[in-house]
């Protein structure tokens, strides 16, 4: 099935979408959860998984030795086309160190800033680019990518082995901005691209989605202000995905 990448500015509910479609389709197959906001720390919570023991950039060594490998590439080729794995892989490979399973459900973090002072996150991009190009999943299974905040990983090319685009669009003008430029950004990648609008209530809801329309953006579905969510959120609590499983399966045939 597919490869789905979760983007949107900061706050707008990136990870909370991630978890829902996540909780919801590992009742129809396996689903693995690629963590690649080198920042956030909280999406295993959300997910009611404990993360894994390591980073996947630690399991390969380190940021160091991804780090040296991407220049060398800069070097050689011009480009950051980093070559990490030697063939493609699927979910059987994944490395026991750094995956965690819980049922069908399964959480891999790219690469976490741990160090003041470290440098860029670089390395954490181009190993989630060359992750998501080699990762192969079969019909029954389903990627579903968290994102840093912003349009970074556009620029990275994380988007390059993924299906869909899907942005979160929070009821903000920041972020209706951010969509016209992530819409030509995926578009420009050759991949499909939708929103999400999420928080929305009855009347910032007709609000953006006139916004949208006028600018063409294609609208998957739409999640309203919850206090549910946030209070679920606030206390560290599993999401209920009941509520909303209707509009997870309106977002997911519509892509
Ligand atoms: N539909 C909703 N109703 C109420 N609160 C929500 C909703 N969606 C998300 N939230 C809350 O908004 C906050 C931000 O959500 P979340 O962490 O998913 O955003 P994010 O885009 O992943 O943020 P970041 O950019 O920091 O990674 C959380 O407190 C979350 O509980
Ligand atoms: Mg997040």
């Known amino acids: 099935m597919a490869k789905i990448l979760i983007c949107g500015r900061g706050g707008s509910g990136k990870s909370t979408l991630t978890t829902m479609l996540a909780h919801h389709l590992a009742e129809k197959g ?41 220049m060398a590439a800069i070097k050689s080729k011009g480009t950051e086309e980093v070559k990490i794995f030697s063939e493609d892989f ?28 470290e440098g ?25 990518v968290d994102t ?7 620029g990275r090319g994380v ?5 869909a685009v899907l942005m979160v669009i929070d009821p ?23 929103v999400v609008l999420n928080k929305v209530d009855e009347k910032t809801e007709p609000r953006l989605k006139k916004m949208l329309e006028k600018m063409n953006i294609d609208i ?11 209070e679920a959120n606030l206390a560290g609590e599993p999401l209920n995905v009941e509520p909303l499983r209707q509009e997870l399966r309106n977002i997911l045939n519509h892509i």
């Open 220 to 230: 998957a579905g739409v999640l309203p202000y919850s206090p549910a969510i946030a």
């Open 30 to 70: 396996k689903v693995l959860v690629v963590d690649a906001d080198e920042s956030n720390l909280g999406l295993g919570k959300m997910l009611g998984l404990s993360p894994p023991a390591q980073t996947l950039m630690d399991t390969l060594g380190g940021r160091k030795v991804v780090g040296e490998k991407l």
């Open 90 to 117: 699927g979910f059987s490979e994944l490395p026991p160190e750094s995956t965690i399973w819980a049922g069908e459900a399964g959480l891999i973090q790219i690469g976490k800033i741990e160090h003041s002072k």
């Open 148 to 154: 840093e905040a912003g349009v970074e990983h556009f």
């Open 159 to 163: 988007l390059e082995g993924t299906d």
């Open 120 to 144: 860029c996150a670089c390395p954490m991009g181009a190993l989630a680019r060359e992750f998501l190009n080699k990762l192969k999943n079969n019909e029954k299974e389903w990627v579903i």
């Open 172 to 194: 903000s003008h920041e972020a209706v901005i951010l969509a016209e430029k992530a819409a030509k950004l995926a578009e420009e990648a050759g991949k499909s691209f939708a």
